[in-house]
């Protein structure tokens, strides 16, 4: 579904200050897969998702979404397919507009018309996914976003990106802004809607115990590159301590991410 | 004098009216106003003196405030050029269109032209004094601008627009090209002001290249002395607040013309006084946003 060939970023290509964020990589996601995505920080990981999303565009190589070739598609017309969630919980939800017309913008992906979608029947819509979510947010259409708090957003957000119905969803620590109480709700919701919709996706994350836990492959990545990538039992059955071990024996250098340690 | 008053903050009005979706709603703050504002004024001077209705004046002044809001989007967009500066270029080149518009003169009188005023006056037929015609006038036009304004930011594209402002990224992710929003925002914008130019050229009686100079400036202190009033976020809350705003400043500059020279003001002076008030209402309003953050640091939970 996802084929990346050869992709590489090269950051102030020819100055002192050249840097190969991404260097020659390989990746064939399948439909239906969850992929997590580990690695020290500054490895590459949110430059990979910017590549993919179009936010950033590489300096060689090719992406393919669904048989496409979309390496130079813009940003805007590849979120009509793929779904991104930031760390930074204010990013995905416009604070001084009322919720109802936050998710009225979300409702469709794409270009906008000069019709008015927002009616009764769509608030009546709005609501019924709002109570999923169990925060009160359904009697709340007419407050605006910005007096929400991070957790509530971050829901919110995740609930505007499954209401397009994205083929591949990107979450960048998407739970890492949040107090633990808040973190736990918004990766079980995650987990919930990955099931239920059958998204496939990749989710970056610094806590190696969730990397090993959740999804069917695990990639670790550092300076760049994929280093290591497993699936299935070889994945289920990994420790931290084995991954860690993987690590220092395939790059003769020491883990040095102590959150990873931590977790 | 009222009348004069209300009738000048209403044309003005819609000049305001462009400035806020630019400085408030896309947080583009765009300086083609002071250019595409005198644009509206001899474009509808010279339509008007070549014996065009005034409606189809209006539809051409329309088209090319929004043409001018289209170049200095474009120049922000292709060339990523800072939006202050786009703005700036644009403004500079339409100095030179604008002459150009009235065949190499800096301006154009309109006595004995028909003009929408003289047409509303003759409707009238002496039944309601001249001042009064204005207004009545003036109140159906803004308030019609003002509703289509309401309805267009509930559309879909309207709601975009908005949330372009606060947080383009968010726009990008739900799929929409923010460069189209951007003309589409920029343009129309320009477009009022430029529509509000054509009516203070008829209503001043003349069209003068220099009679966009601190334009947007005063526009700007319209807005947020409108802001003072009252909060909302409701858009058709917030255009009545910028319609009130242009009224109070112009009420205010009327002040300052007539009794200012008590304190030895000229209306020379009138320009300063608008910067200073933008001023003011800059260190209120940042006191104020203290305020409510010290309010929100003692009560988060609430917010939660
Ligand atoms: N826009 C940019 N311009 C220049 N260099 C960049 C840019 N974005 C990323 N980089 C560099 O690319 C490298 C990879 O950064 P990236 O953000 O992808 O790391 P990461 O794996 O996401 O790290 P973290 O775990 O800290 O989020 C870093 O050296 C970073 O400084
Ligand atoms: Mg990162």
């Not at chain 2, 309805?151 to 460069?179: K, S, Y």
């Not at chain 2, 255009?239 to 400043?249: A, K, P, Q």
């Not at chain 2, 200073?276 to 209402?281: E, G």
């Amino acid at each position: 579904m996802i084929k990346i060939h050869s992709l590489s970023k090269v950051f102030h290509e020819g100055t002192v200050n050249e840097n190969k964020a991404i260097n020659t990589i390989n990746l064939s996601v399948k439909e239906g897969d969850f992929i997590t995505i580990i690695g020290s920080n500054g490895a590459g990981k949110t430059t990979l998702f910017n590549l993919i999303s179009g936010n950033i565009f590489p300096s060689t190589g090719r992406i393919e979404i669904n048989g496409r070739d979309v390496t130079k598609d813009p940003e805007y017309r590849r979120a009509a397919y793929v779904g991104r969630i930031f760390q930074n919980p204010t990013m995905g939800t416009a604070e001084t507009m009322t919720l109802e017309d936050n998710m009225t913008i979300a409702y469709y992906k794409g270009c906008k018309g000069l019709r008015k979608s927002l009616n009764n029947k769509l608030r009546d819509f709005f609501r019924e996914k709002l109570s999923d979510l169990d925060m009160g947010l359904e009697n709340r259409l007419k407050d605006n976003v910005g007096l929400f708090s991070g957790g509530q957003r971050q829901a919110l957000t995740l609930l505007m990106m499954v209401l397009s119905k994205p083929d591949l969803i990107l979450l960048d620590e998407h739970t890492a802004a949040l107090d633990p109480g808040n973190a736990r709700m918004i990766l079980d919701l995650t987990l919930k809607y990955i099931k239920d919709y059958n998204l496939t996706t990749m989710m970056i994350t610094h806590n190696m115990g969730h990397a090993i836990k959740y999804g069917n492959r695990l990639l670790m990545m550092d300076s760049g590159e994929i280093i290591y990538d497993i699936e299935g039992d070889t994945k289920k059955n990994i420790t931290k301590e084995a991954l860690i071990n993987k690590f220092e024996v395939i790059r003769k250098k020491e883990f040095e991410n102590d959150e990873v340690l931590l977790s | 004098m009222i009348e004069g008053i209300l009738v000048e903050g209403l044309i003005y009005g819609i000049m305001v009216l462009g400035v806020f979706i630019t400085f408030r709603v896309l947080d583009f703050p765009d300086l083609t106003v002071d250019g595409s504002f005198p644009l509206g004024a001899v474009l509808m001077a010279v339509m008007l003196i070549r014996g065009f209705n005034p409606l189809v004046g209006f539809l051409a002044v329309f088209a090319a405030g929004f043409a001018a809001g289209t170049v200095t989007a474009l120049i922000h967009n292709k060339l990523k050029v800072p939006n202050l500066l786009a703005g700036i270029l644009t403004m500079t080149m339409l100095y030179s269109i604008n002459i150009r518009i009235l065949q190499n003169r800096a301006n154009v009188p309109l006595i004995r032209t028909e003009t929408v005023f003289t047409w509303i006056t003759k409707l009238f037929g002496g039944t309601v004094f001249e001042g009064t015609a204005l207004l009545i006038l003036m109140i159906a036009v803004v308030l019609i601008i003002k509703v289509l304004l309401d309805l267009f930011f509930h559309t879909d594209v309207g709601l975009t627009l908005g949330a372009l402002g606060c947080n383009e990224q968010m726009v990008i992710t739900q799929g929409v090209n923010p460069e189209v929003l951007k003309i589409v925002g920029v343009g129309l914008s320009n477009a009022l002001v430029a529509v509000s130019g054509g009516f203070a050229a008829q209503y001043l009686g003349f069209a003068d290249v220099n009679m966009g100079i601190g334009i947007v400036v005063s526009g700007l202190a319209s807005v947020m002395i409108g802001e003072f009033l009252f909060r909302s976020n409701r858009i058709a809350l917030l255009t009545l607040r910028v319609l009130l705003g242009s009224i109070l400043f112009k009420g205010i500059m009327y002040l300052g013309r007539y009794y200012g020279y008590y304190i030895k003001m000229t209306p020379n002076d009138l320009k300063l006084i608008t910067g200073i008030l933008i001023i003011i209402s800059l260190i209120v309003s940042k006191n104020k946003k203290m305020l409510t953050l010290l309010k929100k640091k003692e009560a988060p939970e609430v917010l939660k």
